[in-house]
């Protein structure tokens, strides 16, 4: 597969926070401007370094450093409804979750898709000759290929920018969709398989049926400041053909954890803040463990959670004044567990996405070992996703009322 070779990699702890201080800090640095200067300014792109009008909090928030709860309350609390527009996006997270834990056929179609399509790419030519010029940004249409660039450098675009750069990808060089949404889940530092998946749909018209999203030159121009005028864009959207949606499921429900025994925190970066979690606080953990990242694992999302769970490892194991232990893979957590004498292992809950493989691994190879593994589900996952079944404006009716609950 054509991969962009990653260039000098950004001091990500800077640009996009993913350790709990520097979270913190940027929070507090942002939440003056998250009221009427982020809906104003918000779908202007800058360009790479100049995106200050948005928080870059995805980062932080994708791996659950902060929560959605703790980066709104600080922002509702100076705002209060002045903020509707920042407190929106926030809910767009929550509800590409929920829609997808519902629908976990929808990411393993997806998965489907690609095997089918790179079988497709290794016979057609021209397809993977379009296909190597997207990834290398190297189209000749400069604002996309502009986007492709900052995308391998910084690991980060813009939402706006995403959004053109998804549509030009799919209804103006007339690539899959999939490919496109594995690109960015390869390339992007708050990688997430839940707000890319559907974004990408979102943009191609599959997820809200019927309505695709156009690029349009007249607006690159405007929201770039006219940096961009593209020429020979797509006029029109020819929806890719796809099955319609599968019925809504309840969520996978993970096994309960139980009080008052022996346990090995295992934190993964599908949350990585749990010695903040009043549920958790009584826990009997003898120990804390993070599987080694894959070291040699390229890309800002790898680099981004290797310093996510460092940070996390350290917060938790001081948290319980228990050893914080890094081990090399399944099998020698399950050890792990074994030796410390662990009758269940915790973990915050695993969605939908490239961490379920690694989830199903670790269940088998501990209950080899007559150890259970329970992992945790926040409040605000409860609260939002019974709402995240349909389309965003059914969840933004219960707003209100999920954030005087969660937020106060
Ligand atoms: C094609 C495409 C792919 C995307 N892939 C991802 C992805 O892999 N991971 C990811 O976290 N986001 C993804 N997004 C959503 C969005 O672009 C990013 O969350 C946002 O740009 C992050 O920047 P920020 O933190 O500065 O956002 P802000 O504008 O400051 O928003 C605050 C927070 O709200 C949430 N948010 C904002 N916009 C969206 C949105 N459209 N959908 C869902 N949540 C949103 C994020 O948690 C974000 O951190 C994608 C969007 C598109 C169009």
């Not at 400069?142 to 959004?163: I, S, V």
């Not at 549509?167 to 997430?192: K, Q």
């Not at 150890?371 to 209100?400: K, M, N, Q, S, Y």
Request: overall charge neutral; hydrophobic content about 50%; proline content about 7%.
């Amino acid at each position: 597969m054509p991969r962009v070779p990653d260039r000098s990699l950004p001091l990500l702890a800077n640009d996009h926070p993913v350790t709990r201080d520097a979270a913190l800090a940027r929070l507090d640095e942002f939440v003056p401007r998250a009221g009427p200067a982020y809906a104003g300014g918000r779908n202007h792109d800058h360009g790479p370094g100049r995106h200050d009008a948005v928080s870059r909090l995805s980062a932080a928030l994708a791996r659950r450093t902060l929560t959605e709860a703790e980066v709104l309350s600080p922002v509702v609390a100076l705002h209060a409804s002045g903020a509707d527009a920042f407190v929106r996006e926030v809910f767009w997270r929550g509800y590409f979750r929920g829609w997808i834990e519902a629908r976990p056929v929808i990411w393993q179609g997806w998965l489907g898709a690609l095997d089918r399509i790179d079988a497709r790419l290794a016979q057609d030519d021209a397809l993977a000759a379009r296909h190597l010029a997207a990834v290398r940004g190297a189209t000749g249409i400069a604002c996309f290929d502009h986007w492709m660039h900052e995308l391998a450098q910084t690991g980060y675009l813009h939402n706006w920018a995403r959004m053109q750069v998804a549509s030009i990808w799919i209804f103006t060089l007339g690539l899959p969709w999939e490919l496109g949404a594995r690109h960015f889940l390869d390339h992007l530092v708050d990688a997430d398989a839940a707000s890319n998946t559907l974004s990408w749909r979102w943009v191609a018209g599959l997820h809200t049926p019927g309505k695709a999203y156009l690029a349009d030159a007249t607006r690159i121009a405007r929201m770039t400041a006219g940096r961009f005028v593209p020429i020979g864009l797509a006029a029109h959207a020819r929806i890719p053909d796809a099955p319609p949606h599968p019925p809504a499921a309840p969520p996978r429900q993970p096994t309960a954890i139980a009080e008052g025994v022996p346990t090995l925190l295992w934190i993964t970066p599908a949350d990585c803040s749990l010695e903040r979690e009043p549920a958790l606080a009584a826990l009997l953990v003898r120990a804390v463990a993070i599987i080694d990242p894959d070291g040699a694992a390229a890309g800002h999302g790898a680099q981004a959670d290797r310093i996510a769970l460092d940070d996390a490892l350290a917060r938790a194991a001081a948290r319980w004044r228990v050893p914080a232990c890094r081990v090399a893979g399944i099998e020698a957590l399950a050890a792990l567990a074994e030796e410390i004498g662990a009758r269940q292992v915790v973990t915050g809950r695993i969605g939908v996405g490239p961490g379920m493989g690694t989830l199903i691994a670790a269940r088998g190879a501990l209950r080899r070992a007559g150890i259970a593994l329970a992992e945790h589900v926040r409040a605000w996952d409860r609260a939002v996703w019974p709402h995240a079944t349909r389309g965003f404006f059914a969840l933004r009716d219960h707003i209100p009322h999920v954030l005087a609950e969660m937020v106060g």
